[in-house]
DNA sequence: TGGATTTGACCACT
DNA sequence: AGTGGTCAAATCCA
């Protein structure tokens, strides 16, 4: 077992453990009062988890032998349950290039749900999707679905996306989605956003993909944080205590601290009040209980430094700065990032997202 | 009956 | 040759 071998296992290994302690921060949840020590406790478990991944990551990207990217490989490695334990050819391989000829946006999301939920995964992304595929991938225990936007001959929306369950852990499903949507649902779906494409960045390096010129940025990503969240939203309809959780992995931060705002009785803090007013769609200020995150201290600025949005901070410095950051810990042109959602809720079923985005090189300035 | 799903075949790539 | 992605006919279903 060569070098690479034992990192790619040790990287596993703590993915593994990095789960498991946001499992055990969930059923922590369960109590009636959530216990601020404990959550701080399981969060610093997560927090050392993601700078453990971190570094192995920065170790391992660009000595990797795997074809098509190591940025790529080694930070879905902090939080992939990989399908079989090895890198996966076929995405990195990327055959949207072969077909097209030209670089095409991918991102993943890893969603957890609960074992009653569908094969299908997040289902209700706000856009409808036409399966035109199942094929079953070489290590992997189900199936890969295939699927296509709906709108892809009627209004020429080339968005797919690929939809697979984890192996180690069936509650997963890593969701995969290629291209952007031209096709503006917002018509077609009054009470969903207008779209779910790709990170806004992408639209930048991708002309041919571009969405409605009447789109901003800002409206883009935060379709990105209502797509995740709407998931959360139908599950939670049969719940009665709940609890947020917004995780900014620190592994995408030069530096970390966490931030836990209990909110007992719908006190939102500065923060939160920013946050509530860009997730009003979703953080519904009727919730009781603790909502927390952890970000980088200039994150921290962004959340509540000043009365502008969050994600228009996010999107115009702080995505800047994770890639700029990132890619000078590592030394690579990482074109991936990740961002990790975690909706839990005091019931059993609580969903975790982790958002993975691929995008061609110099994507960012 | 029209749209969605299933599934075997085909193609491109390594 | 092996594998993943897509196509398209058959089938299902509301």
Redesign the pocket.
């Given at each position: 077992m060569g070098d690479w071998e034992k990192k790619k296992h040790l990287i596993n290994e703590l993915a593994e453990g990095r789960e498991l302690a946001k499992q055990l921060q969930s059923h922590l949840n369960l109590a009636c009062f959530p216990d601020e020590t404990r959550q701080v406790l399981v969060q610093k478990i997560i927090a050392s988890y993601e700078k453990a991944l971190f570094v192995l990551n920065c170790s391992t990207v660009g000595t990797s032998p795997t074809?098509g990217g190591a940025a790529t490989i080694g930070i879905k490695s902090e939080s992939t349950p990989h399908l079989n334990g090895s890198p996966?050819?076929?995405?990195d391989?990327d055959?949207?290039?072969?077909?097209t000829?030209k670089s095409n946006p991918r991102w993943t999301k890893q969603v957890r749900v609960s074992p009653g939920i569908g094969l299908?995964g997040p289902l209700e992304d706000g856009f409808?999707?036409?399966?035109?595929?199942?094929?079953?991938?070489?290590?992997?225990k189900h199936p890969?679905?295939?699927?296509?936007c709906?709108h892809r001959h009627v209004r020429d929306c080339l968005a797919?996306k690929?939809v697979q369950r984890s192996n180690e852990d069936p509650t997963i499903l890593e969701v995969?989605y290629?291209g952007s949507h031209v096709c503006n649902q917002s018509t077609d779906h009054p009470s969903i956003p207008s779209t779910s494409s790709p990170p806004p960045d992408q639209t930048h390096q991708n002309p041919t993909h571009r969405p409605p010129a009447n789109q901003s940025e800002e409206e883009l990503l935060m379709n990105y944080f209502r797509t995740g969240l709407k998931v959360l939203t139908n599950d939670l309809e049969t719940t009665t205590h709940q609890v947020h959780t917004l995780t900014f992995p620190s592994s995408h931060f030069p530096s970390n601290s966490n931030v836990l705002i209990n909110n007992p009785k719908n006190q939102f803090s500065p923060v939160q009040n920013n946050l509530a007013e860009n997730f009003a769609p979703f953080l519904s200020p009727a919730t009781s209980g603790t909502s927390y995150f952890s970000a980088s201290p200039s994150g921290l600025n962004s959340f509540g430094g000043n009365s502008t949005s969050y994600y228009q901070n996010f999107q115009s410095d702080q995505l800047t700065e994770i890639i700029s950051s990132s890619a000078a810990t590592s030394g690579t042109n990482s074109p991936t990032i990740g961002l990790d959602f975690q909706f839990g809720n005091a019931g059993h079923e609580y969903f975790d997202t982790h958002f993975t985005f691929d995008h061609p090189h110099g994507f960012f300035p």
């Open positions: 074809p996966r050819s076929d995405q391989s055959p949207e290039h072969r077909n000829g299908e409808s999707w036409r399966k035109y595929g199942q094929k079953d991938i070489l290590g992997a890969r679905g295939y699927y296509r709906t797919t690929q995969t290629r």
